[in-house]
């Protein structure tokens, strides 16, 4: 593959994806295919406060779409190959609207994508609007824009409606006892979003709610909500958590001491694999394996053939050593991208869009690598028809084991006095 040349808006790859075995990538990933390549904008958060999912994420993205091309690109365009022009927003959502705006107009690209989380989601929408461009989000919750798809757990039946049925799932099916709920989440769009979906489910379900702990989002010490939660001795503390809040939360339930509520929740601040780094192995080992449950779209124990495939691919070939939510669901973004460039045909904007429309992956599909029994296919809204998603617990070796839906489960819950 030949490279562009690397100028002052290189894309740089932090630490912990060159750790995970990627290159630091220039800002033009060049296709190196004769005739005119297929432009994808990609927008991530490669450092800042959102920096985990990109990091993880990134290199798995790439690592498709080298394969994609490597095995003749798109054949519906004459196997075009795909070119990479690649972008960090820091983690800031006006900068995200800014770069958009610049690879639409200066970079020309055909279509955007990258991490994309809910809060860059509404910074880039006006943007998307007014240039008509099409966009899919790796991670958002919710599309304000027509042009904009995702693959990100819809706030109501994804978020919500998984953490409510796994509830009820603990209460009724497997003997819990669980009455009371707290919700906590983090502090911002996607977190707030669920956490009003969640509030409610949970009422129509019996649950008894005990006010609220919202993690501060920009906060240093997550104490006080813990402090808060532990006041109200609920049964159950459950919401959308990120996973810098997630490692602040973890890190004051340990100096607490805090164990008598059963934590459950997603999706990166309860499942993300850096987690047991970031805590450190003592801390992770207290709290990860200890009355906690994490939602997530990937467990590589899964009884799923085309995660387990691609989580063997990812570690043998591709040589990544972190191999978690964020690699799995931007590899699956990549066959998006592809799938959605086939159906196209054309660069033009309006035949991308029906190409989103006709995206279907179906159940048992080898590019399926997501825990989605209906399939992968956009609803009306832009976000997933299936929205559900597996739940897992930690093990003190740091694997995980997936107790929820029982369709992919191989364990049981397990709760620690």
Not at 114 to 122: E, P, R, T, V
Request: proline letters at 4%; hydrophobic letters at 40%.
């Amino acid at each position: 593959m030949s490279v562009g040349s690397i100028n002052r808006r290189t894309f740089t790859v932090g630490a912990a994806a060159l750790t995970a075995g990627a290159v630091a990538s220039p800002y033009v990933r060049r296709a190196g295919a004769q005739g005119a390549p297929i432009r994808v904008g990609v927008i991530n958060s490669m450092s800042g406060s959102l920096a985990a999912y990109s990091q993880e994420g990134h290199p798995a993205f790439v690592y498709l779409i080298d394969k994609i091309n490597a095995e003749g690109g798109i054949k519906s365009m004459g196997g075009a190959k795909i070119e990479l022009v690649m972008a960090d927003d820091t983690s800031q959502p006006a900068r995200t609207a800014t770069e958009a705006r610049r690879l639409i107009t200066e970079e020309k690209v055909d279509l955007l994508t990258g991490s994309l989380l809910s809060a860059q989601m509404l910074a880039i929408s006006p943007v998307l609007d007014e240039l008509q461009q099409p966009c899919l989000s790796v991670w958002a919750g919710g599309s304000k824009s027509p042009f904009l798809y995702t693959l990100g757990y819809h706030y109501d039946r994804g978020y919500a409606k998984s953490m409510a049925d796994f509830a009820v799932f603990l209460r009724d099916k497997k003997g819990f006892a669980l009455k009371t709920f707290t919700p906590c989440y983090s502090n911002y769009e996607a977190g707030q979003q669920t956490n009003n979906f969640l509030v409610d489910r949970m009422k129509k379900a019996g649950f008894e709610v005990l006010g609220e702990a919202p993690l501060d989002t920009k906060a240093q010490d997550q104490t006080p909500a813990m402090i808060r939660i532990r006041s109200m001795k609920p049964d159950l503390v459950m919401g959308l958590v990120t996973p810098r809040d997630g490692i602040l939360m973890h890190q004051a339930r340990y100096n607490l001491a805090y164990h008598n509520s059963i934590f459950a929740g997603g999706t990166g601040g309860y499942s993300d694999l850096t987690l047991w780094r970031d805590l450190s192995p003592d801390i992770a080992k207290a709290v990860l394996t200890r009355n906690l449950f994490a939602m997530t779209g990937f467990s590589a124990s899964a009884n799923i053939s085309g995660m387990q495939k691609i989580v063997t691919e990812l570690r043998d070939v591709a040589k990544l050593k972190l191999i978690g939510q964020s690699a799995i669901q931007s590899a699956q973004a990549a066959r998006v991208v592809q799938r959605v460039l086939e159906a196209a045909g054309s660069r033009d904007k309006k035949a991308l869009l029906e190409g989103f429309k006709k995206l279907d992956i179906k159940f048992g599909d080898p590019d399926l690598y997501l825990s989605k029994p209906s399939g992968l296919k956009f609803a009306d809204d832009r976000l997933l028809e299936d929205g559900s998603a597996m739940f897992v617990q930690w093990m003190e070796n740091q694997s995980q084991q997936v107790i929820f839906p029982d369709q992919f489960a191989n364990a049981q819950p397990r709760a620690k006095a």
